[in-house]
């Protein structure tokens, strides 16, 4: 029998298998090694979709039920409650974490050429916080979905172990590090005693001195940069006749990716047209009411995640808002990316300092900052966190497989 790593994460998932001496992830979404962890239960269609193919369902407006960050309900009352699909049948929250964990098992099957019955799975430091009984339990749950899906041998590794497993085989002495995962919807950070004798140990828990995370990441830019650009043109912050500002929660929900499509509703629409005459500039109450009738509200996220990304590569880029407006383009550069996402970085630097000071170190006393996520590929971020611990050497590792990877090389220590 062969065996797998699988990386179930709050926001994108992936699976590693063994390569010779080696590991490398499977395609899990057509070339790509990563995916959303998202499901969508089409009831138009009957299927289910994963990944990218369920976001993608859910904004052309299929009938359904889409299910995102399902890790987090593990170990809270809802893991065992169900939910409506849509069609008038339910289907229990631990159910939704099997078929997921299935599709990901299956796809390291297809890799492998053969079935798989075990596995080593990541798991946060703290699925609950401050509650090691529901901790326990959420564990206990992710086992379960695991082995019903026929994964009969399951080991755990904490996934900021797993993330500096790469690192440490590199070291020569021991040290601490200070692991940074910031993905799409939480920064988490843990203070991590690493070094080439503590490799050998299977038994790593006692080597995370420190946990700490705040729910600010990627999307959080994401919208930061929407509100404060690309829904200016839209009305947003501006005055009415009176000098009173806007109302504002069609603009929140416009830039809140789950709240999108709760915009279109006749009601919502009544309610934007009756606003007409508050907006001194038509031509913003004209631009954002064809934005709710052709349902352009996930098109403008994705303009707004094009930006970040874009000038996070360099330089400045121009947002199209074609779709909304012949000839709408707006210019957009590192400047305003920072002044926009100022408050979210600032917090996430206080989360990496309130880690280290939680288990009474110094920062000086860090050796490394190990970057990992998806949001550590922006530069201005990372380089706030640096900055921070001004000793201590950045190290960045593949921000969408590092914990993957990780976790397959402690498959291999396992398995061997």
Known sequence: MTYCAIDFGTSNSAVALPAGGAVRLAPVEGAYTTLPTAVFFNTDEHTREFGRAALE???????????????????????????????????KYTDVIAIFVDYLKRKAEAVAGAPIERAVLGRPVFFVDDDP??????????????????LADIHFQY?????????????????????????????????????PERMKRMERKDDVLAHHGVHVAGTDFDRRVELTTILREFGYGALDPEGRELPNRIYFDLATWHLINTVYGPKRVSELKLMRHLYTDLRQHDRLTRVVERRLGHALTARAEEAKIGVAAGGQTLIDLE??????????????????????????????????????????????????????????????????????????????????????????????
């Open 159 to 195: 996934e900021p172990i797993a993330a500096a497993f790469d690192y440490e085989s590199r070291l020569t002495e021991e040290g601490l590090v200070l692991v940074a995962d910031i993905g799409g919807g939480t920064s988490d950070f843990s203070l991590v005693r690493v070094g």
């Open 133 to 150: 009984r529901a901790d326990q339990l959420a564990q206990r749950q992710l086992e379960a979905a695991a082995r019903s899906v026929g």
């Open 57 to 91: 369902a859910y904004i052309d407006g299929f009938d359904g039920r889409l299910m995102r960050s399902m890790k987090s309900i593990l170990g809270s009352a809802l893991a065992d409650t169900t939910t409506d699909l849509g069609d008038g049948s339910a289907i």
């Open 323 to 416: 779709e909304v407006e012949d000839d709408l383009r707006l210019a957009f550069d590192e400047a305003q990316l920072i002044e926009a996402g100022l408050d979210e970085v600032n917090r996430i630097v206080q989360a990496a300092r309130d880690t280290v000071q939680a288990a009474g170190i110094v920062p000086r006393e860090v050796g490394a900052v190990y970057f990992t996520g998806g949001s550590t590929g922006l530069a201005f971020l990372s380089n706030a966190l640096a900055g921070a611990f001004p000793d201590a050497k950045p190290v960045f590792g593949d921000r969408l497989a590092s914990v993957a990877t990780g976790l397959g090389i402690h498959a291999q220590r396992v398995f061997y």
